[in-house]
């Protein structure tokens, strides 16, 4: 009996993937400290990924993603404080409402291109910060307070399995007939159509996914923070970030979004250290200069100029 | 007053014009014509300045101009009207029409040419304050005219001036560029209908596959059989 | 295989505008119908009407008894009808063999494995002689090769009916030839039908079954080629009023 061809999966997704793992073997072992730290890192991470799969995809450029994110953390407050759950099961509900919602807005958004999608994105945040600032069952807008109890093993393993889900989605969806479908419609949404490609129900698709991974995201994110405030979760300079990470590492790459979500935090904490607000300046220049010069960001620059490299990193 | 010599010019890569000569003679309505795709508006476009040629000469009045820029042709006498028109839709029909007059050597007398424009086009004082884009197809042409007439041109280049118009609105319009003839301006214009640019030319040409394939007075040229011929590729 | 499109009564206005009035035409089985008319007469609004690129104002597209005027272009293709563009659209940063593959992938056929599709590409590619630049970026491709690129991918999507925009213009008098024999032999082997939409005479004449003539959004003529030239409404759309007036 002829044993079934194992699939070759490229270097990158091992080097990830076994990373992940290693940090998922050591993680009990890991000072408590450093592990918040690293639990932070990787939220961010987990939001990058999930801005990566309709932004670095397609190209459409979602300002609005930190509604997701919002959407997941009230989630998470709500279910927590209110309906007594385990935060896992806030996180979970983060994800669906997330879900959801994605549709409900990708539905009227993604027929719009290009600028058009960008300023219609930009809107959703300001629309759900004012909804939620009248919703009695949010309290009008007091935001909620929790007391969990302070598990940072607990945050780390399910940020993990949300990052394993979107390294191995982003994989799989990019390596397959998607992938060119994708690339099809970032390339020329017309011609692809003429093609055969949905291209509605694609980008529907991924955009649906991306606010399922940022729901989640934001969901453990409230759950580390121990509380969710409307204007801070609904800021806009979330969604900025994200996008910062994904230009930064390289749109619609597999390493991208972790490389840029490194980049980002490491800036971050050291520019805020030295005076707040100046990570975001710092941040600012990093992005126009990728822009001007590195528009593929890190990972699709090294590609795209270092052949040798083109096989190992994606 | 227009040669243009041996003439080879495309665009990205496709060449559209092989080995195009003719002359514009000085006071005389000379019409391009030809089967769609012929090479007729690349022609112009050459004239205007639009298509740099790779071989050949365009020579104007004396002096070569294959080189020279587009927005500096209009100075030196050459007006185009373009294929549709190209109006400034939310400017009036007085606005478009004194843009024309750019110029600095068209802007000292731009009162004088508009009176000119109006008695030619008598339509175009009623709606003198009317926005362009709400004209009719046959008015807008009439100011296409008007403001390449603004710019007291030596030589008018018309592309298509029957595109979208009704049958009696094309004699109409043909009958004022034949006016136009009588007060001496030199005349070079693209048609694709035939007969009707046929009938007020002093000469023509007759392009297809970007090559002039025939020219003459109009009586030579108003071949019924020829011309089907070359319009619709019979061999 | 082939299907039969029956569009009935197709108008298009945009606005003001009143691009298509009242045309109807039947297409399919193998057929080649060449679609001619002065400039601006409504060919290319109709062929995207035809295509699910665009709604009709008023009228039906029916296809095989079914009604799909208000179909997209991507579901067209499922039924095996396919556009090519007036000025070609290939994917810029993808490879010819891509190109041709993400139409193997979502046309009629449907190939799930990419690897799959990239092989079956070469195939077509060699059809119309782009073997060759299989793997240059679309980018690097000249003009004519782009035309040829986008009619390998529409081949690729299994269509049975094609819908050519302006296929053959551009060309010098040899490309020309070339490119109407290839056609020819394409279509002899794999049995397309096809509208032709062009202002190239040489090939419509050449290729076509039977020609439809439109003017101003209407159809004015339509006939075997031959009819077509030597009918005086035709003559007249073309070269004159006063063409007909001085026909024999």
Redesign the interface.
């Known amino acids: 009996m002829k044993l079934p061809k194992l699939p070759v999966y490229g270097p990158s997704l091992w080097g990830l993937g076994g990373s992940l793992l290693l940090l998922g073997g050591v993680a009990p072992w890991i000072p408590v400290f450093p592990l918040i730290i690293l639990v932070n890192l990787l939220i961010f991470a987990a939001l990058a990924y999930s801005l990566n799969l309709i932004t670095g995809l397609t190209g459409y450029v979602n300002f609005g993603h930190v509604v997701f994110m919002a959407v997941g953390a009230y989630s998470l407050g709500y279910s927590v404080e209110t309906l007594r759950w385990h935060p896992l099961g806030g996180v979970a509900l983060g994800a669906l409402t997330a879900l959801v919602v994605s549709l409900g807005i990708g539905a009227v958004t993604l027929r719009f291109r290009g600028v058009y999608f960008a300023i219609a994105s930009l809107v959703t945040p300001l629309a759900g910060l004012n909804i939620v600032l009248v919703l009695p069952a949010l309290d009008d807008g007091q935001g909620i307070v929790l007391n969990p109890a302070f598990e940072p093993l607990s945050w780390f393993y399910t940020i993990w399995i949300i990052i394993a889900a979107e390294v191995g989605l982003t994989y799989w969806i990019t390596?397959?007939?998607l992938?060119?479908?994708i690339?099809?419609i970032k390339?020329?949404e017309?011609?692809?159509?003429?093609?055969?490609?949905?291209?509605?129900h694609l980008k529907l698709f991924l955009f649906a996914l991306s606010g399922l991974f940022a729901g989640a995201a934001g969901g453990v994110y409230a759950w580390t923070t121990s509380g969710v405030f409307p204007y801070a979760a609904f800021d806009l300079t979330f969604s900025l970030l994200m996008l910062a990470m994904i230009v930064i590492g390289g749109m619609g790459t597999l390493l991208g979004p972790m490389i840029g979500a490194v980049i980002v935090n490491l800036l971050s904490r050291f520019f805020l250290a030295i005076f707040i607000g100046t990570q975001f300046i710092i941040i600012g220049l990093v992005v126009i200069v990728i822009a001007l010069f590195i528009p593929e960001g890190i990972v699709g620059t090294l590609r795209k100029y270092v052949p040798e490299l083109r096989r190992i990193l994606e | 007053m227009l040669r243009l010599d041996g003439i080879h010019a495309g665009y990205d890569g496709t060449q559209v014009l092989r080995d195009v000569t003719l002359t514009a003679e000085e006071g005389a309505t000379t019409v391009l014509i030809g089967p769609n795709g012929a090479g007729k508006s690349t022609t112009l476009k050459v004239v205007n300045g639009l298509v740099r040629p790779t071989r050949g000469h365009v020579v104007f009045r004396g002096d070569d101009i294959t080189r020279m820029p587009a927005h500096a042709r209009p100075d030196k006498g050459i007006a185009a009207c373009p294929e549709g028109r190209r109006l400034f839709p939310l400017l009036t029909t007085e606005g478009n029409l004194r843009l024309g007059a750019y110029t600095k050597r068209a802007r000292s007398s731009a009162d004088e040419t508009l009176a000119y424009v109006y008695e030619l086009f008598p339509r175009l004082r009623e709606r003198a304050r009317v926005k362009a884009g709400r004209l009719s197809g046959g008015e807008q042409q009439m100011v296409g005219i008007g403001r390449a007439l603004m710019s007291k041109p030596s030589i008018l280049v018309l592309d298509e001036p029957s595109l979208g118009l009704a049958p009696k609105l094309v004699s109409e319009i043909f009958v004022k560029i034949r006016k136009l003839r009588e007060a001496g301006l030199t005349v070079l214009m693209v048609e694709q209908n035939a007969y009707a640019a046929l009938r007020i030319a002093d000469f023509g040409y007759v392009m297809q596959n970007g090559h002039v394939v025939k020219s003459g007075p109009p009586a030579e040229l108003l071949d019924l059989e020829d011309l089907r011929k070359t319009y619709f590729a019979i061999p | 295989m082939s299907p039969t499109l029956e569009a009935s009564g197709i108008h298009k206005y945009f606005g003001g505008v009143k691009a298509v009035q009242g045309v109807s035409l039947t297409l399919g089985g193998g057929r080649i119908v060449g679609l001619i008319g002065p400039n601006g007469s409504g060919k290319s609004t109709l062929l995207n009407v035809l295509a699910g690129v665009e709604k009709p104002t008023k009228g039906t597209v029916t296809v095989d008894g079914r009604r799909v005027d208000r179909w997209p272009a991507h579901r067209m293709v499922g039924l095996g009808i396919a556009k090519t563009h007036q000025i070609p659209k290939p994917f810029l940063a993808m490879t010819g063999r891509e190109n041709v593959a993400v139409a193997m992938m979502y046309g009629r056929r449907r190939e799930a494995e990419p690897a799959a599709a990239l092989e079956e590409s070469l195939r077509i590619l060699a059809l119309v002689g782009l073997e060759g630049r299989a793997d240059t970026p679309a980018s690097n491709l000249s003009v004519q090769q782009r035309k040829r690129l986008e009619f390998a991918r529409a081949l690729a999507t299994g269509a049975s009916l094609l819908l050519l925009d302006e296929i053959f213009a551009g060309l010098s008098p040899e490309e020309l030839r070339d490119a109407i024999s290839l056609f020819t032999r394409v279509q002899k082997e794999l049995g397309f039908g096809a509208l032709v939409v062009e202002h190239v005479m040489q090939a419509v004449m050449t290729l076509s079954d039977h020609v439809v003539v439109i003017e101003e959004g209407r159809k004015i003529a339509e006939g075997s080629p031959k009819e077509v030239v030597e009918n005086p409404a035709v003559i007249e759309a073309y070269l004159g009023t006063e063409a007909t007036d001085a026909a024999p």
């Open positions: 390596h397959g007939r992938g060119y479908g690339r099809a390339s020329d017309d011609a692809a159509k003429s093609l055969g490609v949905n291209a509605p």
